[in-house]
């Protein structure tokens, strides 16, 4: 049966990626505030009919922009956010030869858990 993922991790290799993964939900966690920030000044500027544009659409523009970029470097190794004010990630990896999601967040020290595909966060379980 072909396997639904190109990348699979093992627990190790999602264990290495930690700190940097912690450092790329700061960042976008730090620009979706900023966005709301902005996006709240725009809506305030186009509702009194005012020309928007200038700094606050360039702040803007600049977060998207930084966003994205985060969410190339997800993307880019395969790694699936689910929840991201959580911080809740998902890494395929094959467990026995079946495909299942090492499941980590943010608050946890370590990957100890992982579910089905299908399953999502309420079918954790604790790895052995």
Same mark, same amino acid.
């Given at each position: 049966?072909? %396997?639904?993922?190109?990348? %699979?991790?093992?627990?190790? /290799? ?5 700190? &940097?993964? =912690? ?7 730090? &620009? =979706?505030?900023?966005? &709301? ?9 186009? /509702? ?28 880019? =190794? =395969?790694?699936?956010?689910? @929840? ?17 999601? !090492?499941?980590?967040?943010? @608050? ?6 992982? %579910?089905? !595909? @299908? ?10």
């Amino acid at each position: 049966m072909p %396997h639904r993922f190109d990348k %699979h991790y093992t627990r190790e /290799e999602a264990r290495e990626l930690l700190p &940097q993964i =912690r450092q790329w939900l700061a960042e976008l966690n730090r &620009q =979706r505030e900023a966005m &709301q920030r902005f996006e709240t000044r725009l809506s305030g500027l186009t /509702e009194a009919g005012k020309d928007v544009g200038g700094e606050t659409v360039n702040n803007w523009i600049r977060s998207l922009a930084a966003m994205q970029a985060a969410l190339a470097e997800f993307q880019k =190794r =395969r790694i699936f956010i689910k @929840d991201l004010s959580r911080g809740l990630v998902d890494f395929p990896a094959l467990i026995g030869g079946r495909e299942v999601f !090492l499941c980590w967040e943010q @608050d946890e020290e370590d990957v100890e858990f992982w %579910h089905d !595909l @299908d399953t999502g966060y309420t079918g954790r379980e604790k790895l052995p």
